[in-house]
């Protein structure tokens, strides 16, 4: 009798400890359903638009923060822009933490993103690229400045962050929160910060303005490295110019975000 009763008891408690694991797994399963189904498509779309105008190559990222949950971001896994699915979508708090990695990589700089979000409650996307055009602005004495009007929002400034001033001679990566922050405070309230020897971070109240940032910012830096090229002075856009121009930009984005939608998306990545 015993004998048999401990072992009642035994299936009672692996029933109970069986409930248990198909209410986590429904929880997590409720979690995922949870993030916002638009802001995860924006990610994906951001990502190959980039990909595909050669903003980005198999480096660099799109995230948006959470519109449930102000203190989460969402980014892809560790994986080039171009082949970004939804499937590949995570979620971060501030600090950088993989809310539930499921076995994933991830980014060794999402801390470029978790920062920005934490000194910007005003951010919803950070993209971070390479950009070619961008990159000699980085490394000489010339600032990046708005020369015709899709960069208008340059007009506010483009500080240049040097990762060596405050933390001496790195692999030159965004790979803990100490530096990220060091980046968030260069980038202050600016809509783009450039990055000595490595690229650019730029922000938006959405990811289709992150990345329409970060498209023309590097269209730009090309357009102004051929101006200085032909001699004579530059004739810059005005603080004024550039505000009043950023403001119509950001009322017409979706007709060129629709286009660069329907480029990426008419056939799936190889």
């Known amino acids: 009798m015993a004998g048999r009763a401990r072992l009642a008891w035994f299936g009672v ?34 990502s190959r638009v980039l990909a595909d105008l050669g ?3 198999g480096f660099g990222h799109v995230s948006a923060r959470d ?24 979620e971060f708090d501030l600090d950088g933490n993989a809310v539930d990695a499921k076995g994933r990589s991830v980014f060794l700089e999402r801390f470029i993103h978790s ?33 015709f009007h899709n960069a208008a929002f340059l007009a506010a400034g483009a500080p240049v962050w040097d990762i060596r001033k405050d933390f001496g001679e ?15 405070l260069a980038l202050a309230d600016k809509s783009v910060v450039l990055m000595r020897g490595h690229g650019d971070a730029t922000v938006g109240p959405s990811v289709r303005v992150a990345v329409f940032r970060a498209y023309y910012t590097d269209v730009d830096a090309r357009l102004q490295s051929q101006a200085i090229a032909l001699g ?28 660069w939608k329907m480029r990426v998306t008419a056939a799936p990545p190889k």
């Open 13 to 46: 408690v692996v029933a109970f400890a069986g409930t248990l694991l198909a209410a986590e797994a429904r929880c997590q399963d409720r979690q995922a359903s949870a993030l916002d189904p638009a802001v995860i498509e924006d990610i994906v779309v951001g």
């Open 115 to 147: 920062e920005i979000y934490k000194a910007r409650p005003d951010v919803m996307a950070v993209v971070h690229t390479h950009s070619p055009g961008v990159i000699p602005f980085t490394i000489s004495q010339v600032a990046l400045r708005p020369v």
């Open 67 to 90: 519109p449930k949950n102000p203190d989460h971001f969402l980014m892809s896994r560790s994986l080039a822009p171009a082949l970004v699915s939804a499937d590949d979508i995570m």
């Open 232 to 259: 004579g002075e530059v004739n810059y856009l005005t603080t004024a110019e550039g505000a009043k121009a950023d403001a119509i930009n950001l009322q017409v984005l979706d007709r060129v975000w629709n286009l």
């Open 55 to 57: 903003v980005l190559d």
């Open 170 to 184: 790195t692999n030159m990566l965004v790979s803990n929160s100490a530096i990220g922050k060091g980046l968030a």
